[in-house]
């Protein structure tokens, strides 16, 4: 076996050495499906941006993905199809000019749409963008007045209670309700048909007796606002266009978010700005900058993941043996250096004695730090931090960032610190609780004690690790899994708790930790390897793949190596996996391993199947083999 990981080992290496650009960056794809693409091809035809090579490249994207059935799915094993995504795909196609109503696999595809609900069993983020388009009307009152936004961050409710990911989005579109903008797409189809008679209320749920609530709140708050009523209006439409201006990227996004510049733009629209626009055609340009190629085709990615990329896959690097002044090494850090945020962003209203000094997903990402790409960078950054002041100054700098993010409950969010309420849970928009909030999780948290415990020296026994530990300790679900947020599901948090528990001195035979071995040996494959459904996060259980695949694998063996002392037949069966399968082609190699929206937005990260793997391996060789 030791020869054969070491030459897997040497393998995996080798590949990302030559994947490596010359800014010591890597860019592997970041894949999300077909909704970037097919929104692309929407906001050409708004704008009437005539780009017909992006255009015909983008619509051969989507149908390459379409199903037998007409529809389209978000992940392979979804059972028919995604309504949301074929009403999504359908409109783009018909737009594009490039398919026609009448075509077969259109009409397919208006069949599943018709039988599945039609328009109205679209998700909140496709419907505004067909009430955006004139596809649905906007309600006759819209439930939450502009004026909303001005209700300071002491009132019960505020727009900063928003995750950074729903303010993003939501206040660009805010602006658009105030209004009803609608754009008239020249030559654009009629989809009236696909909507069922009672659909004019999009918002609905808003009548249920906590909904009812939750709007009585704010117009309550809107109506104890000081100042004249037109003046309060003016000061909220000023006020959400200065939001979006002063957050906008130096590539002209939104926060480099597609999602957000997309609304951003027909927010601009909306207050009279033109089609051509600097900033708008800026923006357009920054979003088609997020393209990459993937099998032959054309993808504009959510946002681009180099950050994320290259401190994941040089700290895997150094794990495997790599030393601190190998040149592969040195460029990545270097690149990872310049890109530490010395900017001020919306985390600082929530964390107001903090400094800068974080890192964020994305090469263009100057505003929004968040805690996992901050520690990944760190542990990537650990080793040089005994021989460059430059690179310890920035170590020092990030942990400090690290540690002021803990949430009050005791573990640790994705981007701003007690960002958690639960009225927001009463909005009308599909998974509320993690679109809107951004409370802590059992896989930021594993992941953070992780790195606090390997990459720091005298943190462990403080009263914030301690204070997280036993947070992780009672998010354990009863079978003796955890619950992942951002990945793939329970065998992802699972992973992120166990070698963060272990990383701060958790001893194995601990009964969590026990309980959680057990269960994972339980879902091994008969092939050695590891695969969970994306049908995992809609259910909220853990539902099998019925395949394995390498990075699921790689996750459930490195737990497993972190608290065993001996390798066990099932590490031996799993490392045996990723050694054999290490090169296979198969479809498993595009399967999800990130999650955005449970049930719309899955993640593809096209590093992972080399990265996770290397470190899993690299685990096993320095833990057991004493040759």
Not at 113 to 142: E, V
Not at 314 to 339: H, K, S, W
Not at 364 to 387: E, V
Not at 555 to 577: H, R
């Amino acid at each position: 076996m030791t020869q054969y990981v070491k030459s897997e080992i040497d393998r995996l290496i080798m590949q990302l050495r030559s994947d490596q650009q010359t800014d010591g960056s890597w860019h592997y794809p970041f894949e999300i499906g077909i909704t970037p693409d097919a929104y692309m091809i929407i906001l050409l035809k708004v704008l009437d941006i005539h780009d017909d090579e992006l255009n015909q490249a983008l619509a051969a994207r989507i149908i390459c993905r379409q199903e037998q059935n007409g529809a389209w799915k978000v992940f392979r094993d979804e059972k028919e199809g995604n309504v949301s995504l074929t009403i999504e795909a359908y409109y783009a196609l018909l737009l594009s000019g490039l398919h026609q109503e009448k075509d077969e696999h259109m009409e397919k595809a208006r069949q599943f749409i018709a039988t599945n609900g039609g328009l109205s069993g679209a998700s909140t983020m496709t419907k505004i963008m067909l009430m955006l388009t004139g596809q649905l009307k906007w309600p006759l009152i819209f439930p939450i007045p502009i004026e909303a936004v001005l209700l300071p961050p002491t009132f019960p409710i505020s727009m900063y209670d928003l995750s950074i990911y729903a303010r993003s989005n939501f206040l660009p579109f805010l602006l658009c309700s105030d209004t009803k903008f609608q754009i008239n797409i020249a030559s654009a189809p009629n989809l009236q048909a696909l909507l069922p008679s009672r659909s004019d209320d999009h918002w609905e749920e808003f009548r249920c007796e906590e909904g009812r609530s939750f709007v009585s709140t704010i117009y309550s708050g809107v109506k104890n606002l000081i100042g004249l009523p037109s003046q309060l209006h003016k000061m909220a439409v000023e006020g959400i266009t200065q939001y979006m201006l002063k957050r906008i990227e130096q590539d002209g996004t939104l926060y480099n978010f597609f999602s957000a510049t997309f609304f951003m733009i027909f927010a601009l629209l909306s207050q009279g700005h033109s089609k051509k626009d600097p900033i708008i055609l800026k923006a357009v340009d920054g979003l088609k900058a997020m393209s990459t190629v993937i099998d032959g085709h054309l993808h504009i990615q959510y946002t681009r993941p180099e950050i994320w990329n290259t401190s994941l896959i040089n700290y895997a690097l150094q794990e495997a043996g790599l030393e601190p002044d190998d040149p592969c090494v040195q460029r990545a850090n270097q690149y990872l250096l310049v890109r530490q945020q010395t900017k001020y962003g919306d985390w600082q209203l929530h964390n107001p004695y903090a400094l800068p000094g974080g890192w964020g997903f994305s090469d263009g990402n100057t505003l929004n730090p968040d805690i996992d790409d901050t520690t990944a960078t760190l542990r990537s950054l650990y080793p040089t931090t005994p021989t460059s002041p430059p690179i310890k100054n920035a170590y020092n700098r990030g942990l400090t960032y690290v540690l002021s993010t803990q949430n009050d409950d005791g573990g640790y969010p994705a981007f701003e610190k007690n960002v958690d309420k639960k009225w927001l849970q009463f909005l009308p928009i599909e998974q509320a609780e993690l679109f809107l909030t951004d409370p802590s999780t059992p896989d930021l948290t594993g992941r953070t004690l992780e790195f606090l415990g390997n990459f720091t020296t005298g943190i462990q026994a403080t009263s914030s690790v301690r204070k997280a530990t036993k947070w992780l300790l009672r998010s354990q679900e009863k079978n003796g899994s955890w619950y992942g947020r951002w990945g793939i599901c329970y065998i992802y948090g699972t992973w992120a708790a166990l070698t963060g528990l272990r990383a701060v001195g958790e001893v194995s035979n601990h009964p969590s930790i026990q309980k959680a071995e057990k269960w994972l040996m339980s879902i091994q494959n008969e092939d050695g390897g590891w695969g969970e459904s994306c049908a995992s996060d809609i259910d909220k259980k853990y539902i099998p793949l019925g395949a394995s695949t390498l990075t699921q694998t790689a996750w459930a063996v490195d737990a497993l190596i972190s608290i065993s002392l001996t390798p066990t037949p099932a590490i031996e069966k799993g490392i045996a996996y990723l050694i054999r399968e290490g090169q296979s082609q198969n479809w498993t190699n595009d399967y999800p391993a990130g999650q955005g929206l449970p049930g719309y937005v899955y993640m593809h990260y096209h590093s992972y199947r080399l990265l996770f793997p290397l470190l899993s391996l690299s685990h096993y060789r320095n833990k057991y083999d004493h040759s």
